[in-house]
């Protein structure tokens, strides 16, 4: 019989542990995709963050480090800086990449590194049990604010792309989602970009992930998916923020 | 004979550095430590190494951790604040088992603190530091020459252990100018293999990770159990010190890095006056010297521990020479630098009067 879809080889063959209807699958299969694709995987260095997705470095078939929390972008400038030759990619949550490490997340940016950050927002901690994170929708409830995220008390969300766009550094921004196939592939083709632009040394992309976390959200597989739509969206816009090669051009 | 050139501490450092064959610098500026990225900034430059000035020390640590564990030397220097803001990364690298070199020209403290030299770090580098059961092996040179030397010593015992090295010296021996021989030939980076456990890319062979931590139950205890066998050989191997007229001696003085230079001044004065002082000057203060130590102890009556800080060397001291002779104290914190003078004093104190 011929095998049609199967497991990418830039994925190991262990069971991943995310919950049913989580954003984290969706979006490692095709960065394993990717590596393949684009031939990438047997020089690929990839960074797990502190959060749900801490286990990317049991997922991904090629070599891996996980850091502290939210230090991704500076290990990978590490990384990159001793082994230009490697393709680095920094995995992480809004919690890890847009809270406890927004330093290392926009100097990064402003640094231009030739890096690629893979940005996860779900708008909660998953990890920890589903508390405040700094992408948390206002009104929005978690464990930490149990009567909906307060402006007054707990102030605004961070709109990452938004706020990386503002520096002169990073080389290419999107924002794209993973609640239907058409989302997908285009999360895929934007994932593509920020691998391409670092095989050819244009410097820094980050893609952020709009990605569904049922578990802290408190909701069904199906509704949250609705809820990205719903309420995700139209707080933060998909779309390129940052396209330095049109710039260029 | 090897050439010999009057130059700073701090220079000495670096080229100390260079000639390790380490082409990878990440640090954040602070005092008294700005003189070796400024040095660096221009010799990786024309070394077509790697020299990053950071968005801050955790910045720093943590690239270091990438280039180390892309298996290639890595250093970065800085001052206590900073070095307190490192620990956490320190912590994941010990817990890696990754070598690097850290540089601590330690200053005043606790807080912002001040400027002055100081050797109130000794507890954080001795003791871990960071969180979980992990030591740093602490060297502490007192001379420019050993500026020099140890930061090559330092990545050869980081690479040997896959450990975490720290140099800790202060601000006086940074600015101190003396004559140094360059007495080995320069590392050759290209020359250095790639470490097995390397992130480089799978190609040609199995994937690589590196981590600290594992869920599995009892395997994160399994490799704290294999961390500390590591410990006890680096404690059985690599005890470093020297001594000076310790045989003998009525009263031997304990001193490392800038109170050990103040004490060799007043070795000098004291035996001029007929006293019988020896010095003992740890180099490894992790590994504390302990077996010298405990071997001293037991023919030496008094010892006189001289410390910039309220007293942190001072716990080993008295741990090693195992209640055996009386431990005696002299320490200026805050910066304070003690002076022959005042430690002599402190001699005919203890000795009681002229001998
Ligand atoms: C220094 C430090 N602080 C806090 C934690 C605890 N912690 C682990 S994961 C996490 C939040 C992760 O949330 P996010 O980045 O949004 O990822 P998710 O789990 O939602 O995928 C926190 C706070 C930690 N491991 N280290
Ligand atoms: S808690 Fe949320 S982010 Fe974590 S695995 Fe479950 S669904 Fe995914």
Redesign the pocket.
């Known amino acids: 019989m011929k095998m049609i879809f199967g497991r990418p080889a830039g994925l190991t063959d262990t069971k991943q542990r995310?919950?049913p209807g989580?954003g984290?699958g969706i979006v490692h299969r095709l960065i394993a995709e990717l590596m393949i694709e684009l031939d990438i995987r047997e020089r690929t260095v990839g960074i797990a963050p502190v959060g749900?997705s801490v286990f990317a470095d049991e997922y991904f078939n090629c070599d891996m480090i996980q850091p502290p929390h939210g230090r991704g972008p500076a290990v990978s400038t590490g990384i990159k800086r001793a082994r230009p030759e490697c393709i680095v990619f920094s995995y992480q949550g809004d919690g890890d990449l847009a809270a406890i490490g927004t330093a290392e997340t926009v100097h990064a940016a402003a640094r231009n590194e030739n890096i690629t950050l893979i940005f996860i927002n779900?708008a909660i901690y998953?990890?920890t049990g589903g508390q405040l994170a700094p992408t948390t929708l206002p009104g929005m409830r978690s464990t930490t604010s149990v009567k909906g995220r307060d402006i007054y008390k707990q102030g605004y969300p961070i709109k990452v792309c938004e706020l990386i766009a503002g520096l002169d550094g990073p080389y290419y921004l999107e924002r794209v989602a993973v609640h239907t196939p058409k989302d997908i592939i285009k999360t895929k083709k934007a994932l593509k970009t920020a691998f391409q632009n670092q095989i050819k040394n244009n410097g820094f992309s980050l893609i952020e992930v709009l990605s569904m976390?049922?578990?802290?959200w408190g909701i069904t597989p199906i509704d949250s998916k609705k809820w990205i739509v719903d309420k995700m969206i139209p707080y933060y816009p998909l779309g390129v923020f940052r396209d330095r090669s049109k710039e260029e051009k | 004979m090897a050439e010999k050139k009057l130059i700073y501490g701090n220079h000495a450092m670096v080229e100390g550095v260079i000639s390790a064959g380490c082409r990878f610098f990440a640090g954040y500026p602070i005092t008294p430590q700005n003189e070796i990225p400024e040095l660096m900034s221009i010799r990786m430059n024309e070394e077509d190494g790697v020299f990053l000035q950071t968005e801050s020390e955790i910045a720093a640590i943590n690239m270091l951790f990438g280039a180390a564990a892309a298996g290639k030397r890595a250093m970065t220097s800085s001052s206590s604040p900073g070095i307190s803001l490192m620990q956490e990364g320190i912590s994941y690298i010990a817990g890696s088992d990754i070598p690097v070199l850290i540089v601590n020209i330690v200053r005043g403290g606790p807080g912002l603190g001040n400027i002055a030299p100081a050797q109130s770090d000794y507890f954080q580098s001795t003791r871990g530091g960071g969180h979980g059961d992990y030591y740093t092996i602490t060297l502490a040179p007192n001379s420019v020459q050993e500026l020099y030397e140890f930061p090559k010593t330092g990545f050869e015992l980081a690479e040997k252990y896959r450990n975490p090295v720290l140099i800790l010296a202060d601000g006086l021996l940074g600015q101190m100018m003396e004559p140094v021989e360059f007495n080995f030939e320069p590392v050759d980076p290209k020359s250095l293999p790639e470490p097995e456990w390397a992130l480089s890319g799978c190609k040609g062979r199995e994937r690589r990770v590196v981590r600290s931590y594992d869920l599995r139950p009892g395997k994160l205890e399994e490799w704290n159990w294999r961390r500390y066998e590591k410990y006890q050989k680096v404690i059985a191997q690599e005890q470093r010190y020297e001594e000076n007229y310790c045989d003998n001696a009525d009263l031997i003085m304990v001193a490392y890095g800038t109170c050990a230079r103040v004490s060799e001044a007043t070795v000098k004065i004291a035996r001029e006056k007929g006293y019988k002082i020896g010095l003992f000057r740890p180099i490894t203060l992790w590994p504390f010297p302990q077996k010298k130590m405990t071997e001293l102890a037991k023919k030496t009556k008094h010892f006189l521990v001289i410390e910039m800080s309220l007293g942190q060397m001072i716990e080993d001291v008295k741990l090693y020479t195992e209640c055996r002779s009386q431990i005696h104290f002299h320490g200026r914190p805050g910066g304070g630098v003690p002076t022959p003078i005042e430690i002599l004093n402190k001699i005919e104190t203890i000795l009681g009067g002229k001998k």
Request: aromatic residues 8%.
């Open positions: 995310y919950c989580c984290h749900c779900n998953g990890m976390c049922p578990t802290g």
